[in-house]
């Protein structure tokens, strides 16, 4: 006797999943039900962030002391080529240019930190992201967060340089944190943009240094762009000023260094536009572009 015919007979794949309420696992939620999963998930955020920064130089004798001794370091070797060697300060004396170079190797190391860690985000955390069903930007904002921690450690030591070449607390150090917020949104899009890049073609890891040492070298850390290029055409240093690293290290060294900056001390409003600019348009971009390829991070 045969078997009577099922009710489901000749419904397609998607058919059944109507007919009976099944989705697609790990299936991309809508970009505002994905905010609130993530805004659900900042206590995992946060202690994930801190617990990657205790675990970083858990294995150095150290510790913690090499978050604020490996930007110094890098600073005293570009001061002995650039400063001492090359020149690069350009007339720039001595009690400005030392705070500008630290600043800018201690604000640049941020954003190239945040994007280092973003490029594996995902495939450095495949067992993670295959394991637990959670937003996976979850992970390039808490690798921000991380760099942030970091930056706010080393801060101290920056104070203590800037006051120590007779910068002292003014004013116009109040203005540190709003340019620590742009800059953590535009290094939060851009880490986020690198994780899903990442993600498809981990050898971008590799290429990354390359890239980020060129991205250096072009955004003024260890030189002032329009002294440097005073002989060279006047757009070529204005290209280079609104690339938003120089953008970040400018205002920090505005707000942070007496002596540096316009006469007047007051940055022209379009400079904070452009800042702020970066910042919507990459986090917002960033964002935007790394949630289209939620359902597929982890995946074979």
């Not at 099944?22 to 809508?30: E, I, K, Q």
């Not at 990442?198 to 070298?217: E, N, S």
């Amino acid at each position: 006797m045969s078997a009577p015919p099922s009710p489901d007979e000749g419904l397609s794949a998607a058919d059944l999943a109507a007919k009976y309420g099944l989705a697609v696992s790990g299936a991309r939620p809508g970009l505002v039900e994905y905010v609130r999963q993530l805004w659900g998930r900042r206590h995992f955020i946060l202690a994930f962030s801190q617990a990657k920064l205790t675990a970083q130089y858990s294995q150095a004798k150290l510790g913690q002391l090499w978050q604020v001794a490996t930007p110094l370091l890098n600073a005293a070797v570009y001061f002995l080529i650039f400063g001492l060697i090359l020149k690069a300060d350009r007339g720039m004396e001595r009690e400005v240019y030392i705070p500008f170079l630290v600043t800018g190797v201690f604000v640049f190391t941020f954003t190239q930190s945040s994007v280092m860690a973003g490029v594996r985000a995902i495939s450095g955390n495949l067992g993670l992201v295959r394991a637990l069903h959670f937003p996976r930007a979850a992970l390039p904002i808490s690798f921000s967060l991380q760099q942030l921690q970091q930056l706010l450690f080393s801060m101290i030591v920056l104070f203590v340089v800037a006051v120590g070449f007779g910068s002292y607390p003014r004013l116009s150090w109040l203005l540190i944190i709003p340019v620590l917020v742009l800059q953590f949104l535009f290094n939060t899009g851009l880490a986020m943009i690198m994780a899903r890049m990442g993600a498809k073609t981990p050898d971008l890891a590799q290429l990354m240094p390359f890239v980020m040492r060129t991205w250096m070298y072009a955004s003024g850390v260890m030189f002032s762009i329009p002294l440097m290029l005073e002989e060279h055409p006047k757009w070529i240093a204005d290209v280079l000023q609104y690339n938003p690293a120089a953008i970040y290290m400018d205002l920090m060294r505005f707000a942070l260094i007496d002596g540096y900056g316009p006469a007047s001390k007051v940055l022209p409003p379009h400079v904070w536009a452009v800042a702020g600019g970066w910042a919507v348009l990459v986090a917002v971009g960033g964002f935007v572009y790394f949630w289209k390829a939620e359902e597929r991070y982890g995946r074979g």
